[in-house]
C-alpha cells in the first residue's frame, strides 16, 4: 500500500474512538485481515537459508496457511519450554491484574483503536491459552476462568496482533509490575515461528544478515563501492578525502553501524557524518565487511536467532584483533548490544576495556561489553574540546529530538544526545514531556513491520509520535526530527511525508559533521545533504 | 465472554459461598467444619500455595537483563544518572522496588489519552487508579495487621497503636475504623471502574469481578458484624487463639455472621495462590525492575545458554574471496 491510498491524514483516525468498543466479547471476535494493516509472509527461500522449519509458499487472506498437522502440540510444546526457560514469561503470564494502566500507552491503539492493540489484551490473547492448558484453575473451569482453547483463529490472531506490536516496551514503564508486552510478542512470534508463520520484512534481513553479514545482502564488494561513494560525497562537501579503513587488521577500535546507515538517505549522511568526526580526530579504527551490520532481527524472530546473527560482531573483533567495539546510531541494535550480546555471546575477555584515546576517559559503563555507543563517545569528545564546531552552520535547521525506544528504555541513553545536539545546533526543541525519554512513542515501524504492505497500521500507529512533532512545528517552527536509530530514519520518513510534509528526519552525527570544522577544509556552502547553507555564498573563483 | 455474564458469574460464585456457609452453620449446624476444619485448611493452602508459586518462579531462570530503564542510565561521570528510575546497582534496585511496592510508582505515571479533532492527541493526568489503588492496599494492609489484635495475646503494641489512630475520628458509635469506609470505598471503586470505563469492562474477566466481590463480601461481612449483628468479640478471641495455639476448641454463642465472614476470607486465602492475587509477591520478581541497569558493565549469565549455528567468517571469505581481493580487501586465505 503507497501513502497515496491512504485517506487524508485529518480523516485517518476519524473512526478512532477509544470508549466504543465491540459488542462481542473479544474472544468471540475472530481476527480480520484488513489490507494495509497486516504484513506479508515470509518467503519459503529465506526460512531455508536459516534453517527454519515449515518453508512454503502461503497467504496470510487464504482460509489454509498450510501448516503442519501436529501444529497444536508443536506451540503447546514450545509454549512449556519457554515457560521453563523464561521467568519474564512465566511471571507476566502468571501476575497481570487487567488494571489497565497500559491500555492506552501503545500507540497502535491510540491511532488505530482496535482494542486488542491495548498490551493487555495483546499479551491476553496468549495468556487466555496459558490459563486453560497450563494452570490449575484454567483446567478446572476452562472458559469461566478466562481460558480457552488455542484453535487455528486464536493462532491466527496471534499472527496478526504479534505481528502489529512493535516490541516499544513503553507498555512495560507504565505497568505496577513492570510486565513488559514486548517480552510477551517475543515469546509469541517465537511460538509462531515454530510452525512456520513469519513475516518476510523480518525473514528476509535475517537470511541476509546471516549470508552477507547484513540486512540488505550486500556483499563485500558492494560494501567498498557504497562506502567509497560516500568519502567522494563528503570530498565534494568538505574538500578532504577522509579514511576508510576497511577490514583493517590491528586497527585500535572496530566500528558497527546498521546498514540503514548506508543503504538509502537520511541515513547516508549520518554516516557521512561519522566518516567525518573519526577521520576528523583521527581514530584509528575500521570498519568490517562481516560484520556490516549492527542491527538484528533476529530480535524479532527469536532468542536463538539474535544469538545466531549477533555472534559475528565479537568474532570479528577477535579476528582483527582490536581493542574495544564502537557502534552507531541504532535502535534495536543497541538493545541487542546492551541487553542480549555479553550473555549471549561473551565474555569479550579477548578485547580492553573502552577507552577513549583521544580524551583518556575510561567508559567504566561499558567495561564488560567492551562496546561503547557513538553518542557516549562524541559527548565525550565534545565535552573535552576535541572537536572544532561551528553550530551556525546549522542554523537554518530548527531540530527536535525523538527519542528512540530501545536506547530510551533499554539502554536508558537520554543525555548524550541531547549534550551533543545542544552543542552542534542552536535550535533545539523538545517535544510534550509525555512523548520523550521514558515515555517516547514509536515510529510504529519498528520490529519489522516497518513495509509498504503495512502502511495504514505504521501511519496510524505513527499519530503520536508526529501529533508531538507537529505541535513543536507549529509552536517552535521545527523542521527537522532527529533520531538515533537507522530504522527511525526510514520510517520516521514516511511518517512525517504523511503527518507533517515539512519536517525531514535525521541523524545526530549529520549534524555534528555539518558543524565540524576540519583541518584544511574547503569554504562549506552546501551542509552534509549537499544543500545550500542559507547566508553562505560560494566563493567565485570556485565556479 | 460478555461484560455483564462475567460480573454475574462471579457474583453468582460469590453469593453461593456466601450462602454455602450460612446454611452451612444455620441450619446444619456444622460450626466445627466452618470454625476449625476449613480455616486450617485455608491457611495451609494459602501458604503452600504460595511458598509453591513462589518456588516454581524462583526456578525458573532469568536468561537476560532485561531491565526497563526510565531514567538517564549510568554512563559518563559528568552525565547524572538516574539511579531511581534506572539503576546501576543494588542500593538503586532497592530504592525502585521500594518506590514500586510502597507507592506504587509506575502507577502514578499514568496518563489518560483523548483523541480529538483534527487528529489532536492530548493526555491528560490521570491518577485515580494510582489513588484508589494505594488507599486500597493500605487499608487492606490496616485491617490485616488490625485482626493480629484477635490472635495474639498480650496484644503487640502496635496492633494497639494502630486501632488507636485508626478509631482516632470517630465517626460513628460504635467506633468505624476510619479504614473499614476507605476499604470498602476504594474496592467499590475498583468494582466501578471495572464496569464504567468501556475499555476496561471489555477486558475484565470473571475473575476480576470475583476477586472484588469476594473482598467487598468480607468487608461487608466485617462491617455488619461490627454495627448490626454484634458478635461477642471476646469469643472471637478465644476461637482465634485456639487456632492460632492448635487448640481449636469452638465457643458458644457466637453470631452466624462471623462464620459467613470467616469462610469467605478461607475462601480468599484459598484462591489467593491460583489467580492474580499473586501479584503481590510477584511483584518482587519482575526483571524489567527488579535488575540493575549495569547489563554492560556485568556479564548476565543465562545458565542455558547454548551454541548456535553461525556463518563464520571463513565460511564468508570462502564465498566472497575472490571478489574480496578484486576491491582491495585483505583476506585471511590467500
Ligand atoms: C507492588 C505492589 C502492588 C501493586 C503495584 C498493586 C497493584 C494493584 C492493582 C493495580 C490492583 C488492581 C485493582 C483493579 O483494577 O482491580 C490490585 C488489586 C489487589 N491487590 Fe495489589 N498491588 C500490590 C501489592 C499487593 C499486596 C502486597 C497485596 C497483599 C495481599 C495485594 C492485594 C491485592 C488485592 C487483594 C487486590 C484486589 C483484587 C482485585 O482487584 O483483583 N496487592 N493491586
Ligand atoms: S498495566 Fe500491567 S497489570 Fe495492568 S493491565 Fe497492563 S499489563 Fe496488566
Ligand atoms: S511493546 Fe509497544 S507496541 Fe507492543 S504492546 Fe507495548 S506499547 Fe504496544
Given at each position: 500500500?503507497?501513502l497515496?491510498?491512504l485517506?487524508?491524514p485529518?480523516?485517518l483516525?476519524?473512526?478512532v474512538k477509544?470508549r466504543k468498543l465491540?459488542?462481542?466479547p473479544?474472544?468471540?471476535?475472530?481476527?480480520d485481515f484488513?489490507?494495509?494493516?497486516?504484513?506479508?509472509?515470509?518467503l519459503a527461500?529465506?526460512l531455508?537459508k536459516?534453517?527454519m522449519?515449515?518453508?512454503?509458499?502461503w497467504?496470510?487472506?487464504q482460509?489454509?496457511w498450510h501448516l503442519?498437522?501436529?501444529?497444536q502440540?508443536?506451540i503447546?510444546k514450545?509454549?512449556?519450554d519457554r515457560?521453563?526457560?523464561y521467568?519474564?514469561?512465566?511471571?507476566?503470564?502468571?501476575?497481570?491484574?487487567?488494571?489497565?494502566?497500559?491500555?492506552d500507552k501503545?500507540?497502535?491503539f491510540?491511532?488505530g483503536g482496535d482494542?486488542?492493540?491495548?498490551p493487555?489484551?495483546?499479551?491476553?490473547?496468549?495468556?487466555?491459552v496459558?490459563?486453560?492448558d497450563?494452570t490449575t484453575?484454567?483446567?478446572?473451569?476452562?472458559n469461566?476462568?478466562?481460558g480457552r482453547k488455542l484453535t487455528?483463529?486464536?493462532l491466527k490472531e496471534w499472527?496478526y496482533y504479534?505481528?502489529q506490536?512493535s516490541?516499544?516496551?513503553?507498555?512495560?514503564v507504565?505497568?505496577?509490575?513492570g510486565?513488559?508486552?514486548a517480552e510477551?510478542?517475543?515469546?509469541g512470534r517465537?511460538?509462531?515461528n515454530?510452525v512456520?508463520?513469519n513475516i518476510n520484512?523480518?525473514?528476509?534481513?535475517?537470511?541476509?544478515c546471516?549470508?552477507t553479514?547484513?540486512?540488505l545482502?550486500?556483499?563485500?564488494h558492494g560494501?567498498v563501492?557504497?562506502?567509497e561513494f560516500?568519502q567522494?560525497d563528503?570530498e565534494e562537501?568538505?574538500g578532504?578525502?577522509?579514511?576508510?579503513?576497511?577490514?583493517?587488521?590491528?586497527?585500535?577500535i572496530l566500528?558497527?553501524?546498521?546498514?540503514?546507515?548506508?543503504?538509502?538517505?537520511?541515513?547516508?549522511?549520518?554516516f557521512?557524518?561519522?566518516?567525518?568526526v573519526?577521520?576528523?580526530?583521527?581514530l584509528?579504527?575500521?570498519w568490517?565487511?562481516y560484520?556490516?551490520?549492527?542491527?538484528n532481527?533476529?530480535?524479532?524472530?527469536?532468542h536463538?536467532?539474535i544469538?545466531?546473527l549477533n555472534?559475528k560482531?565479537y568474532?570479528?573483533?577477535?579476528?582483527?584483533k582490536?581493542?574495544w567495539i564502537?557502534g552507531?546510531?541504532?535502535?534495536?541494535?543497541?538493545?541487542v548490544?546492551?541487553q542480549?550480546m555479553?550473555?549471549?555471546?561473551?565474555p569479550a575477555?579477548?578485547l580492553?576495556?573502552?577507552?577513549?584515546?583521544?580524551t583518556g576517559?575510561k567508559?567504566?559503563?561499558?567495561k564488560g561489553t567492551?562496546?561503547v555507543?557513538?553518542?557516549?563517545?562524541?559527548?565525550d569528545?565534545i565535552?573535552h574540546g576535541?572537536?572544532?564546531?561551528d553550530?551556525?552552520r546549522?542554523d537554518?535547521?530548527?531540530?527536535?529530538?525523538?527519542?528512540?525506544?530501545?536506547p530510551a528504555?533499554a539502554?536508558?541513553?537520554f543525555?548524550?544526545?541531547?549534550?551533543i545536539?545542544?552543542?552542534?545546533?542552536k535550535?533545539?526543541?523538545?517535544?510534550?514531556?509525555d512523548?520523550i525519554?521514558?515515555?517516547?512513542?514509536?515510529?510504529a515501524g519498528?520490529a519489522?513491520l516497518?513495509n509498504d504492505?503495512?502502511?495504514?497500521?505504521r501511519?496510524?500507529g505513527g499519530?503520536?509520535?508526529a501529533?508531538a512533532?507537529?505541535?513543536?512545528?507549529?509552536?517552535r517552527?521545527v523542521n527537522?526530527?532527529?533520531?538515533m536509530c537507522?530504522?527511525?530514519?526510514?520510517t520516521?520518513?514516511?511518517?512525517?511525508?504523511?503527518?507533517?510534509p515539512d519536517v525531514?528526519?535525521?541523524g545526530?552525527?549529520e549534524?555534528?559533521?555539518n558543524?565540524?570544522i576540519?583541518?584544511?577544509?574547503?569554504?562549506?556552502?552546501?551542509d552534509?545533504?549537499g544543500?545550500?547553507?542559507?547566508?553562505?555564498?560560494?566563493?567565485?573563483?570556485?565556479? | 465472554m460478555?461484560?455483564?455474564?462475567s460480573?454475574?458469574a462471579?457474583?453468582f460464585i460469590v453469593?453461593?459461598?456466601t450462602?454455602v456457609?450460612l446454611?452451612?452453620v444455620?441450619?446444619?449446624?456444622?460450626?466445627?467444619?466452618?470454625?476449625?476444619y476449613?480455616?486450617?485448611?485455608?491457611?495451609?493452602v494459602?501458604f503452600v500455595g504460595?511458598v509453591?508459586?513462589i518456588?516454581q518462579?524462583?526456578?525458573v531462570?532469568?536468561?537476560?537483563?532485561?531491565?526497563?530503564t526510565?531514567g538517564?542510565g549510568k554512563?559518563?561521570?559528568?552525565i547524572?544518572n538516574?539511579?531511581?528510575?534506572c539503576?546501576?546497582?543494588?542500593?538503586?534496585v532497592?530504592?525502585r522496588?521500594?518506590?514500586e511496592?510502597?507507592?506504587f510508582?509506575?502507577?502514578?505515571?499514568?496518563?489518560k489519552?483523548?483523541?480529538?479533532q483534527g487528529?489532536?492527541?492530548t493526555?491528560?493526568s490521570?491518577k485515580?487508579?494510582?489513588?484508589?489503588?494505594i488507599?486500597?492496599?493500605?487499608?487492606?494492609l490496616?485491617i490485616?495487621?488490625?485482626?493480629?489484635?484477635?490472635?495474639t495475646?498480650p496484644?503487640?503494641?502496635?496492633?494497639?497503636?494502630?486501632?488507636?489512630?485508626?478509631g482516632f475520628f470517630?465517626?460513628?458509635?460504635?467506633?468505624?475504623f476510619?479504614?473499614?469506609?476507605v476499604f470498602?470505598l476504594a474496592?467499590g471503586?475498583?468494582?466501578l471502574?471495572?464496569?464504567?470505563?468501556p475499555?476496561i469492562r471489555y477486558?475484565?474477566?470473571?475473575?476480576?469481578?470475583f476477586?472484588?466481590?469476594?473482598?467487598?463480601?468480607?468487608g461487608i461481612s466485617g462491617v455488619l458484624?461490627?454495627?448490626?449483628?454484634?458478635v461477642?468479640?471476646?469469643q472471637?478471641?478465644?476461637l482465634a487463639?485456639?487456632l492460632?495455639?492448635f487448640r481449636?476448641a469452638?465457643?458458644?454463642?457466637?453470631g452466624?455472621?462471623?462464620?459467613?465472614?470467616?469462610f469467605?476470607?478461607c475462601c480468599?486465602?484459598?484462591?489467593f495462590p491460583?489467580?492474580k492475587l499473586m501479584?503481590?509477591?510477584g511483584v518482587?520478581f519482575?526483571p524489567t525492575?527488579n535488575l540493575?541497569?549495569?547489563?554492560?558493565?556485568v556479564?548476565?549469565i543465562?545458565?542455558w545458554n547454548?551454541?548456535?549455528?553461525?556463518?563464520?567468517y571463513e565460511?564468508y571469505?570462502?564465498?566472497?574471496?575472490?571478489k574480496?581481493?578484486?576491491v582491495?580487501l585483505?583476506?585471511d586465505?590467500?
Amino acid at each position: 500500500m503507497e501513502l497515496h491510498e491512504l485517506p487524508k491524514p485529518e480523516d485517518l483516525v476519524k473512526d478512532v474512538k477509544y470508549r466504543k468498543l465491540p459488542e462481542k466479547p473479544w474472544m468471540q471476535e475472530p481476527v480480520d485481515f484488513k489490507p494495509g494493516t497486516y504484513n506479508y509472509p515470509a518467503l519459503a527461500k529465506n526460512l531455508k537459508k536459516v534453517h527454519m522449519p515449515n518453508p512454503r509458499e502461503w497467504h496470510v487472506d487464504q482460509q489454509d496457511w498450510h501448516l503442519p498437522d501436529d501444529w497444536q502440540e508443536i506451540i503447546l510444546k514450545g509454549f512449556k519450554d519457554r515457560l521453563e526457560k523464561y521467568r519474564s514469561f512465566r511471571l507476566f503470564m502468571d501476575i497481570c491484574v487487567r488494571c489497565g494502566a497500559c491500555a492506552d500507552k501503545c500507540h497502535f491503539f491510540l491511532g488505530g483503536g482496535d482494542p486488542k492493540n491495548m498490551p493487555v489484551l495483546r499479551a491476553e490473547l496468549i495468556r487466555s491459552v496459558y490459563r486453560n492448558d497450563f494452570t490449575t484453575v484454567g483446567r478446572l473451569l476452562g472458559n469461566l476462568a478466562g481460558g480457552r482453547k488455542l484453535t487455528l483463529p486464536v493462532l491466527k490472531e496471534w499472527f496478526y496482533y504479534f505481528f502489529q506490536c512493535s516490541e516499544c516496551r513503553r507498555c512495560s514503564v507504565f505497568c505496577p509490575y513492570g510486565i513488559d508486552t514486548a517480552e510477551v510478542t517475543m515469546i509469541g512470534r517465537e511460538l509462531l515461528n515454530l510452525v512456520g508463520l513469519n513475516i518476510n520484512w523480518v525473514m528476509e534481513p535475517v537470511a541476509n544478515c546471516f549470508m552477507t553479514g547484513n540486512h540488505l545482502g550486500i556483499p563485500p564488494h558492494g560494501l567498498v563501492e557504497n562506502w567509497e561513494f560516500m568519502q567522494d560525497d563528503i570530498e565534494e562537501i568538505t574538500g578532504i578525502k577522509v579514511n576508510l579503513p576497511i577490514n583493517k587488521k590491528g586497527a585500535e577500535i572496530l566500528f558497527v553501524v546498521p546498514s540503514g546507515d548506508y543503504f538509502a538517505d537520511p541515513g547516508s549522511y549520518t554516516f557521512m557524518g561519522y566518516l567525518a568526526v573519526l577521520h576528523e580526530i583521527g581514530l584509528d579504527y575500521t570498519w568490517s565487511t562481516y560484520a556490516s551490520e549492527g542491527g538484528n532481527f533476529g530480535l524479532f524472530t527469536s532468542h536463538e536467532m539474535i544469538k545466531r546473527l549477533n555472534a559475528k560482531i565479537y568474532a570479528e573483533a577477535k579476528r582483527l584483533k582490536v581493542k574495544w567495539i564502537l557502534g552507531g546510531e541504532c535502535g534495536h541494535m543497541w538493545r541487542v548490544i546492551h541487553q542480549y550480546m555479553d550473555t549471549m555471546n561473551g565474555p569479550a575477555d579477548f578485547l580492553e576495556e573502552p577507552v577513549s584515546p583521544i580524551t583518556g576517559t575510561k567508559f567504566e559503563n561499558a567495561k564488560g561489553t567492551k562496546m561503547v555507543h557513538i553518542a557516549e563517545f562524541t559527548s565525550d569528545l565534545i565535552r573535552h574540546g576535541k572537536l572544532n564546531l561551528d553550530p551556525s552552520r546549522n542554523d537554518h535547521i530548527r531540530v527536535t529530538y525523538h527519542d528512540s525506544c530501545n536506547p530510551a528504555r533499554a539502554v536508558g541513553l537520554f543525555e548524550e544526545p541531547r549534550d551533543i545536539i545542544r552543542t552542534v545546533c542552536k535550535n533545539f526543541y523538545e517535544m510534550p514531556e509525555d512523548s520523550i525519554r521514558e515515555k517516547t512513542y514509536c515510529c510504529a515501524g519498528g520490529a519489522g513491520l516497518g513495509n509498504d504492505e503495512n502502511m495504514e497500521m505504521r501511519m496510524r500507529g505513527g499519530l503520536p509520535r508526529a501529533n508531538a512533532v507537529r505541535y513543536v512545528r507549529d509552536q517552535r517552527g521545527v523542521n527537522r526530527l532527529l533520531c538515533m536509530c537507522a530504522i527511525d530514519r526510514a520510517t520516521l520518513s514516511t511518517m512525517m511525508e504523511y503527518w507533517a510534509p515539512d519536517v525531514s528526519v535525521g541523524g545526530i552525527h549529520e549534524l555534528v559533521a555539518n558543524a565540524l570544522i576540519m583541518k584544511g577544509e574547503k569554504k562549506r556552502t552546501v551542509d552534509f545533504r549537499g544543500e545550500p547553507i542559507p547566508g553562505v555564498e560560494p566563493d567565485e573563483e570556485e565556479e | 465472554m460478555n461484560a455483564w455474564y462475567s460480573v454475574f458469574a462471579a457474583l453468582f460464585i460469590v453469593l453461593f459461598l456466601t450462602l454455602v456457609s450460612l446454611i452451612g452453620v444455620g441450619p446444619v449446624g456444622a460450626k466445627g467444619i466452618f470454625g476449625i476444619y476449613i480455616p486450617y485448611l485455608a491457611a495451609v493452602v494459602f501458604f503452600v500455595g504460595i511458598v509453591v508459586r513462589i518456588i516454581q518462579w524462583a526456578k525458573v531462570p532469568v536468561p537476560f537483563n532485561i531491565c526497563t530503564t526510565g531514567g538517564q542510565g549510568k554512563s559518563l561521570p559528568w552525565i547524572k544518572n538516574d539511579n531511581l528510575d534506572c539503576p546501576h546497582n543494588t542500593w538503586g534496585v532497592i530504592g525502585r522496588m521500594f518506590l514500586e511496592v510502597f507507592l506504587f510508582r509506575s502507577l502514578f505515571r499514568n496518563t489518560k489519552a483523548q483523541l480529538g479533532q483534527g487528529a489532536k492527541l492530548t493526555f491528560a493526568s490521570a491518577k485515580w487508579l494510582w489513588l484508589f489503588g494505594i488507599l486500597f492496599h493500605y487499608s487492606f494492609l490496616t485491617i490485616v495487621l488490625r485482626h493480629l489484635r484477635f490472635f495474639t495475646e498480650p496484644m503487640p503494641s502496635f496492633v494497639q497503636w494502630i486501632s488507636y489512630f485508626d478509631g482516632f475520628f470517630e465517626l460513628l458509635l460504635p467506633t468505624v475504623f476510619l479504614t473499614d469506609i476507605v476499604f470498602l470505598l476504594a474496592a467499590g471503586y475498583l468494582f466501578l471502574r471495572r464496569v464504567v470505563i468501556p475499555q476496561i469492562r471489555y477486558l475484565s474477566l470473571p475473575s476480576d469481578y470475583f476477586a472484588l466481590f469476594l473482598i467487598l463480601a468480607i468487608g461487608i461481612s466485617g462491617v455488619l458484624m461490627r454495627q448490626v449483628w454484634k458478635v461477642d468479640l471476646l469469643q472471637v478471641k478465644e476461637l482465634a487463639l485456639g487456632l492460632a495455639s492448635f487448640r481449636p476448641a469452638i465457643p458458644q454463642g457466637i453470631g452466624d455472621i462471623f462464620y459467613i465472614h470467616l469462610f469467605l476470607v478461607c475462601c480468599l486465602a484459598v484462591y489467593f495462590p491460583f489467580s492474580k492475587l499473586m501479584h503481590a509477591p510477584g511483584v518482587f520478581f519482575s526483571p524489567t525492575r527488579n535488575l540493575a541497569n549495569n547489563n554492560r558493565m556485568v556479564r548476565h549469565i543465562n545458565p542455558w545458554n547454548y551454541p548456535v549455528k553461525v556463518h563464520t567468517y571463513e565460511e564468508y571469505e570462502d564465498e566472497y574471496r575472490e571478489k574480496m581481493k578484486a576491491v582491495g580487501l585483505p583476506v585471511d586465505k590467500e
